[in-house]
């Protein structure tokens, strides 16, 4: 069976846990990282050097990389409604995967550790107010984005991107400062919402 390290509060983590469910797709889950088993651990650092989760082992192929992780499960596991043959359609899923994990991922880095994790190295009003302003312009592209597609963030159907940038969305709505609206983006929390996958591992009260 599928075995995922890493701890099921972790965004990254929660990628996997999502995809697996939209895959139908059963796994063992084993807590590593911050709170559990130290990713240091010589055993974890044979299977990512990075020393970070997720990592997943299926049979003896062992990969790490959240994003790169579920573009693999929706391959290998019959996910091509997730994931299209198409290059067209493959690229507008990667393009909003991939900005998933750079500039959106980046805006909130600051932000996120002081306002949702309460981190005590992290309490610099100036930078909490530039990270904050940075990722409201990104939300601010995406809101576009949705005001165009009315569905999901590669068009009218869920995809794999949706995986990261919903997650995402959750994040900005569980994360505690004064947000500009946002309809479309919050229009499209509550239609995730309606995916047991997303309610799961997505919106379920965590950031
Ligand atoms: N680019 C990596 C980033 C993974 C990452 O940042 N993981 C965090 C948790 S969200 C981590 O492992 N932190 C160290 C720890 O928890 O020990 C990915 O997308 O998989």
Same mark, same amino acid.
């Given at each position: 069976?599928?075995?995922? =390290?890493?701890? *099921?509060?972790?965004?990254?983590?929660?990628?996997?846990?999502?995809?697996?469910?939209?895959?139908? =797709?059963?796994?063992?889950? #084993?807590?590593?990282?911050?709170? /559990?088993? $130290?990713?240091?651990?010589?055993?974890?650092? *044979?299977?990512? $050097?990075?020393?970070?989760? $997720?990592?997943? &082992?299926?049979?003896? /192929?062992? =990969?790490?990389?959240?994003?790169?992780?579920?573009? +693999?499960?929706?391959?290998?596991?019959?996910?091509?409604? %997730? +994931?299209?043959? #198409?290059?067209?359609?493959?690229?507008?899923?990667? &393009?909003?995967?991939?900005? !998933?994990?750079?500039?959106?991922?980046?805006?909130?880095?600051?932000? /996120?550790?002081?306002? *949702?994790? &309460?981190?005590?190295?992290?309490?610099?009003?100036? *930078?909490?107010?530039?990270?904050?302003?940075?990722?409201?312009?990104?939300?601010?592209? %995406?809101? !576009?984005?949705?005001?165009?597609?009315?569905?999901?963030?590669?068009?009218?159907?869920?995809?794999?991107?949706?995986? $990261?940038?919903?997650?995402?969305?959750?994040?900005?709505? !569980?994360?505690? /400062?004064?947000?500009?609206?946002?309809?479309?983006?919050?229009?499209? +929390?509550?239609?995730?919402?309606?995916?047991?996958?997303?309610? &799961?591992?997505?919106?379920?009260?965590?950031?």
């Amino acid at each position: 069976m599928l075995k995922i =390290l890493g701890k *099921a509060s972790s965004i990254n983590v929660r990628k996997v846990l999502w995809t697996c469910a939209e895959l139908n =797709l059963p796994f063992d889950r #084993e807590d590593w990282g911050n709170g /559990f088993r $130290p990713t240091s651990d010589p055993h974890f650092l *044979a299977r990512n $050097p990075n020393a970070m989760v $997720p990592v997943i &082992q299926d049979g003896d /192929f062992v =990969l790490w990389e959240s994003n790169t992780i579920i573009r +693999y499960l929706a391959g290998q596991y019959d996910g091509r409604h %997730l +994931y299209p043959a #198409e290059p067209k359609a493959r690229a507008r899923v990667d &393009q909003w995967m991939d900005w !998933q994990a750079t500039d959106l991922n980046r805006s909130w880095s600051y932000a /996120f550790m002081a306002l *949702a994790r &309460q981190s005590p190295a992290h309490q610099d009003a100036a *930078a909490i107010e530039a990270s904050c302003k940075e990722w409201a312009r990104f939300m601010g592209i %995406l809101d !576009q984005r949705l005001a165009g597609t009315r569905a999901y963030v590669a068009g009218d159907t869920f995809t794999l991107a949706d995986v $990261p940038v919903g997650l995402s969305v959750n994040r900005w709505f !569980q994360t505690p /400062f004064s947000k500009p609206a946002l309809p479309s983006v919050a229009a499209y +929390y509550d239609r995730l919402a309606e995916r047991d996958g997303y309610r &799961q591992y997505g919106r379920n009260g965590t950031a």
